[in-house]
């Protein structure tokens, strides 16, 4: 299983990246990395172990590859233009890579979401079927598992149609992800059939006949992470707005626990005595990035999008985040929900 | 200072309501409590002091008025109907002497939210020049401060006008809570100025010039309850989703915690001999329902929902929020701002 990863992109390329892709290979015998980008950098990072803990690096060769290229591609270009003209950028030859190498299963990239989307969408193509892909996050719940949350940002303006791909896009994942018969909600402004504007109204009418999606209905934003829902299906304006809410709802109560701890005597010889490891699990469990990237879904090969701040520990969980995707299947299985499907009777266009 | 008081809505009505009016009356000298509901009941709670800590109750009960009605608006009643038909309910009874009556100032509600905005809206009416009344809940926030979201469902579609009358209205709220320039952001999916749907790009353009509004631009779901901002302006769709969102992920975090102090035994040393008190603040802190109700803005006096599930506690916030906002001329804010801005450029209906 050959991974393809951008070397450069996000705030801590490329140490981060080179450790966590080190880190994975180390995790997982049949695993195979293609790193894009400066080799000299790439190399010397290797040899000092820098970013790393343990230095120097102990690794197989054998399954690290480097391919160089001289250009990066930064947040501050701009995303069409610069697929078009940074050629030789570690974005683009790793996307050349997972379109023309047929071993290459899954490409992982920490840089500007805009450009990832972008350069996916010109240089490896849809899923045909898929008028827009989608951005599909994984979030920890209550009950402590795990739910999706489908589109979380790639499209502002939706249509009905796109929410039925969404919510198949994201039945395949989930089913990758092992969980046999996902439970798929759709998040609106209240639980009642009729509730949400008629883009929300038609989309439940949709989802409620849609072959292959055990459809719960709808929901409201606080049963996201209630741990009842498997995929919770958004439009790319909400969506993008719900997760980042949870991000800015758990910072904020971490840090009320926090003034608490720090206000109390007390609260402070129990924590430093007690509970310091606890605490340690709780940000563990709440910080998204160990669940790996957000999976773009609707690309015709596994596509990870790392937190751009990733550090190396994220980096090499979403390599073996989209190991996993692709040994389980997930592009075929999209495909396959896809046959099933009345497509002209959800509106498709593609 | 008169509140008018539904004692009949609401999951712990009467007996919460009341305990909450009695317990307002007391906190506040210059308050007097008009309950409308089933007399006889009220008084037995009054004499038996259901529902309360302090048994029997002990207030002034010149300060404590009852209206007498038959009917009640319940959650299954269609709202429109209802306000129609049940004229001798507890809400539009209410209503009606908040209407006529001048020295009644506010009101408060835990009933069906539905019955209480279309109540407000035909009974009393909107403030000339708004269009949509909104709903706009406190929020605490990560820095010990509150943030108003608004609007957070009272209208699932929107058009730029009515965001920008959201500005408005948050601003003149925030102000009679004492923030003297209160930062306004408005709540999409990314920052910059271009972001959004058309409806959010369109409002953007207005709120920059919009007289009396101080503008900070865009804000993504994380910034909410950052602190860094006064006013979260949303459309009713993705703020209601906002809004359930944080409940939830509140919620999500507070019972990951529980679960991990119970599953290390040190962990459950260490809460027992020292951090249940912080813990119970924290608790304090993250429970919304303590700072009071959702303000129905728009509306020609105050209105206030209490949550559905609120105790005595609540109301009581619920009522004394009531009453700081109309002594704090929240509805003449909102008509001076009014005044102030061409209604014609931001589109006004009205």
């Given at each position: 299983?050959?991974?393809?990863?951008?070397?450069?992109?996000?705030?801590?390329?490329?140490?981060?990246?080179?450790?966590?892709?080190?880190?994975?290979?180390?995790?997982?015998?049949?695993?195979?990395?293609?790193?894009?980008?400066?080799?000299?950098?790439?190399?010397?990072?290797?040899?000092?172990?820098?970013?790393?803990?343990?230095?120097?690096?102990?690794?197989?060769?054998?399954?690290?590859?480097?391919?160089?290229?001289?250009?990066?591609?930064?947040?501050?270009?701009?995303?069409?233009?610069?697929?078009?003209?940074?050629?030789?950028?570690?974005?683009?030859?790793?996307?050349?890579?997972?379109?023309?190498?047929?071993?290459?299963?899954?490409?992982?990239?920490?840089?500007?979401?805009?450009?990832?989307?972008?350069?996916?969408?010109?240089?490896?193509?849809?899923?045909?079927?898929?008028?827009?892909?989608?951005?599909?996050?994984?979030?920890?719940?209550?009950?402590?598992?795990?739910?999706?949350?489908?589109?979380?940002?790639?499209?502002?303006?939706?249509?009905?149609?796109?929410?039925?791909?969404?919510?198949?896009?994201?039945?395949?994942?989930?089913?990758?992800?092992?969980?046999?018969?996902?439970?798929?909600?759709?998040?609106?402004?209240?639980?009642?059939?009729?509730?949400?504007?008629?883009?929300?109204?038609?989309?439940?009418?949709?989802?409620?006949?849609?072959?292959?999606?055990?459809?719960?209905?709808?929901?409201?934003?606080?049963?996201?992470?209630?741990?009842?829902?498997?995929?919770?299906?958004?439009?790319?304006?909400?969506?993008?707005?719900?997760?980042?809410?949870?991000?800015?709802?758990?910072?904020?109560?971490?840090?009320?626990i926090k003034?608490n701890i720090k206000?109390s005597f007390w609260a402070k010889i129990g924590y430093a005595l007690f509970m310091r490891k606890a605490f340690k699990n709780i940000k563990r469990?709440?910080?998204?990035?160990?669940?790996?990237?957000?999976?773009?879904?609707?690309?015709?090969?596994?596509?990870?999008?790392?937190?751009?701040?990733?550090?190396?520990?994220?980096?090499?969980?979403?390599?073996?985040?989209?190991?996993?995707?692709?040994?389980?299947?997930?592009?075929?299985?999209?495909?396959?929900?896809?046959?099933?499907?009345?497509?002209?009777?959800?509106?498709?266009?593609?």
């Open positions: 299983m050959k991974i393809i990863v951008d070397a450069m992109g996000g705030d801590n390329a490329p140490e981060a990246i080179v450790a966590g892709a080190v880190q994975a290979i180390n995790a997982q015998k049949d695993l195979t990395v293609v790193l894009t980008g400066d080799k000299e950098r790439i190399e010397k990072i290797l040899r000092s172990g820098e970013g790393n803990e343990e230095k120097p690096y102990s690794y197989d060769p054998t399954r690290l590859e480097i391919v160089h290229c001289a250009e990066v591609i930064t947040n501050d270009d701009v995303p069409t233009v610069a697929i078009r003209q940074k050629k030789d950028s570690s974005l683009v030859v790793a996307l050349k890579i997972l379109k023309e190498d047929e071993e290459a299963k899954g490409f992982v990239s920490a840089g500007s979401t805009g450009a990832v989307l972008t350069g996916a969408l010109l240089r490896v193509g849809r899923i045909r079927g898929i008028s827009r892909p989608a951005v599909c996050p994984v979030l920890p719940t209550a009950k402590g598992g795990k739910v999706l949350l489908i589109d979380a940002g790639a499209n502002a303006e939706c249509k009905p149609v796109n929410l039925c791909h969404f919510a198949i896009m994201g039945t395949a994942y989930a089913k990758a992800m092992g969980i046999s018969s996902p439970r798929v909600g759709l998040v609106t402004n209240g639980t009642e059939e009729h509730k949400g504007d008629p883009l929300h109204q038609e989309s439940y009418q949709l989802l409620k006949n849609l072959a292959g999606i055990r459809f719960v209905g709808n929901v409201e934003g606080r049963d996201i992470m209630s741990g009842d829902i498997d995929v919770a299906v958004c439009d790319g304006f909400s969506g993008n707005i719900a997760l980042k809410t949870t991000e800015g709802t758990a910072l904020a109560v971490m840090s009320v003034e206000a469990v709440l910080d998204y990035s160990k669940y790996g990237g957000a999976v773009l879904l609707g690309i015709d090969k596994v596509v990870v999008k790392s937190h751009g701040s990733s550090k190396a520990e994220s980096v090499c969980a979403s390599i073996l985040q989209a190991r996993d995707a692709a040994a389980n299947g997930l592009t075929e299985t999209i495909k396959e929900m896809l046959s099933q499907v009345d497509l002209e009777a959800i509106g498709s266009e593609a």
